[in-house]
C-alpha cells in the first residue's frame, strides 16, 4: 500500500511557526511535527487495520486545521532563527580568577547544575556533558535541539530545550518528560516535585502538572522572563518589569517587586530570590516580597548565585568578570573569568561553576587561600579538556527490551479518554495512581518495567525513577 501523506503549517508573522505532518502506511499512522526548517520529532503507532489507521490520521488533520494549521508545501517556507539571549561579552581589566579546569563544550553553553554527583553542562548545539568535579566526563546526551536550562527536582535532572521538550536526564538515555509546546520559546523553566514552572519569550509563566498537562499561565507586566524559580511556596517570576509571586494552585498574584533594569538571571535560596539586572545589580528580595539588600557590580549581570545560607552572594557581567559580595552587600573581590562572560553559574563547595559565552563550562577556586592568592597575580595553570565524539551516544528515545518482569516494577499504558496515561500493576502501590512516565515512550496496551516508583511528596501520583525498559 502506498504512503498518504499530509503536510501542514502555522505560520503567525510574531507568533507560532511549525508544522504538523501525518502520513499513513497500511496500519501504520507517523506524526512529524516541530519548528519549520527542522527535522523535527516523530513518532509511529499501529493499528489493527489500515481503516482505523487511515480514520485516526483524519482525526489528527481536522483537529490541527480547527486550531489554524493549513495545508502547504514543504520547503517553501523558510526556516526562523530562534530567540537565543542577546548578550555581548567584552573583555575583563580585573586580574584572572583561580580557574582550576576548563571544559570546552563546543558552542554557547547556557545550562549548568551541580550538586554531590557531579556537574552538568548543555550548550546551544543540544549536547549536555555530566562530568565529575575533576571535569572528566561521565556521560553525554545528544538532544535536538539548543539547550537553554538543565535543572535538578531532587534526584531527577531535567533539560529545557529549544525545540519546545523539557527532557529527562537521569537515565542512561534521555527521554522527553514534558511536551511544552513546539513553538514556545522556552527561555528558563524550574520544577519542584514533579510540577514544572515555564518562563517564555513573551513574558508568560507557564505551570505544567505530572501529566504535562497546563495548570495554568499568567502573563506577568513584563515580556522576556529569563527568570522563574519554584518551591512548596510558589513560582517567583523575572522579567523586564521586576519580579512577580504566583500561588501556586491557581496563578494568582502574590506579590511584584519592581527592579532595577530587567531581569537577566535569577537564583533562589530558602527565603529569598536573588535577580540579575540590566543595571549592573543584583537584587535580594525576600520570599515575602519585601527588597533587601542590593549588590552592585560594574556592568549588566548576566548570572548570579549565593551560598545556602546567604553569606555569599556571586555574579557574572558582560565584562566577562565574576564578583563575591558578602553579607552586608559589601563587594569582596571582582576577578576575570579568562572565558567569556558566565550565561549561568553555581556555587557548590568553595568551587565557583560557569557556563560561558566561549562555550566552556569552568570550575573556579573559590576559597578564601585562592582568591586572596589570585588578587597577588598568583593563579594555578588551569587544566583543559576538549570534548569527546559525539559518536555512539544514546539518541532520545532508544529502549531497551526484556521479556522478564520479575525485577523492578512493572507498568502498563492506557488510555483515558482522548490522553495516554501510565499505571502500576505490580503489587504494593496505589492501583489508582497515575505514573509520571516519558511522554514519548507511552503506547496504548505497552508494558515497561522501572527500577524504582517513588511517590510525590505531594501524593496522588508516582514518578518512575532510573532504567526504563520497554517488556516485549
Known sequence: MAEQKTYLELSQDTGSHKFYEVAVKSCDMTIRYGRIGDNGNTSTKNFDTPQKAKSEAEKKINAKLKKGYEHAVKGVRKKRAITRRAISSRKSSAKKSPVLWKFATGSNAFGIFVDERGCWAGNESGRVFALDHDGNVKNQYKLPDGVKCIVSDKDWLYAGCDDGNVYDLTGKVPQVAYEISEDVDIYWLDIYDGILGVADENGHVTVVNHEDESQWSAKSSGSSGWMVRCDEIGVYHGHSSGVTMYDWEDGSKIWHRKTPGAVLFGWQEESAVYAGTTNDKVVQISKKGKQGITYDCDDSVYSCAATEDGKFVFAGDSSSSVYCFGPDGERLWKLATGCGSAYSMQYYQER??????????????????????????????????????????????????????????????????????????????????????????????????????????????????GEIKKVK
Open 352 to 465: 565557583l561553576y560557569l557556563v560561558t559565552t566561549d562555550g566552556s563550562l569552568t570550575c573556579i577556586d573559590a576559597s578564601e587561600q585562592a582568591i586572596e592568592a589570585a588578587k597577588e597575580g598568583k593563579i594555578p595553570k588551569p587544566k583543559s579538556i576538549k570534548a569527546p565524539s559525539a559518536s555512539g551516544v544514546a539518541k532520545v528515545g532508544q529502549i531497551a527490551t526484556t521479556t522478564s518482569t520479575a525485577k523492578g516494577v512493572l507498568l502498563e499504558c492506557y488510555k483515558q479518554g482522548s490522553k495516554l496515561r501510565m499505571r502500576v500493576l505490580s503489587d504494593g502501590f496505589q492501583k489508582k495512581w497515575n505514573v509520571q512516565f516519558p511522554k514519548n515512550l507511552r503506547e496504548e496496551g505497552v508494558q515497561f518495567v522501572v527500577n524504582e516508583l517513588r511517590e510525590s511528596a505531594r501524593g496522588g501520583f508516582y514518578r518512575a525513577y
